[in-house]
């Protein structure tokens, strides 16, 4: 059993940049980790995964470039850091695990609560 909680989001102006972070309770050595996003009205968008070992990343068309995923697993954290903001990626922000890395949403198995990322321009 993984559970997974997400914090440092909240209100940036265009341009800005937060980091994202997502703690683990639980070993999440043997899970890919993934960053979703759900903006209003809008369906779960896959935004980045990153393998077991960190060695491989993978990014949503719509942030390649500007947001970058990270792991430290003897933290038992994940990191998305997100630069060059614009107002399209205000959203509540989802981290996720799967055994493997997928870019669908029903592949992962377990999720946080959410958070707050506004865009404000």
């Known amino acids: 059993q993984v559970q997974l909680v997400e914090s440092g989001g909240g209100l940036v102006q265009v341009g800005g940049s937060l980091r994202l972070s997502c703690g683990a309770s639980g070993r999440t050595l043997g899970y890919v980790m993934a960053w979703f996003r759900r903006a209003p009205g809008k369906e779960r968008e896959f935004v980045a995964a990153?393998?077991?070992?960190?060695?491989?990343?993978v990014y949503g068309d719509s942030v390649r470039g500007r947001f970058t995923v990270s792991r430290d697993n003897a933290k038992n954290t994940v990191y998305l850091q997100m630069n060059s903001l614009k107002p399209e990626d205000t959203a509540v922000y989802y981290c996720a695990a799967a055994l493997l890395i997928s870019l669908r949403d029903n592949d992962y198995h377990y999720w946080g609560q959410g958070t707050q990322v506004t865009v404000s321009s």
């Open positions: 990153i393998t077991q070992s960190g060695g491989s990343t």
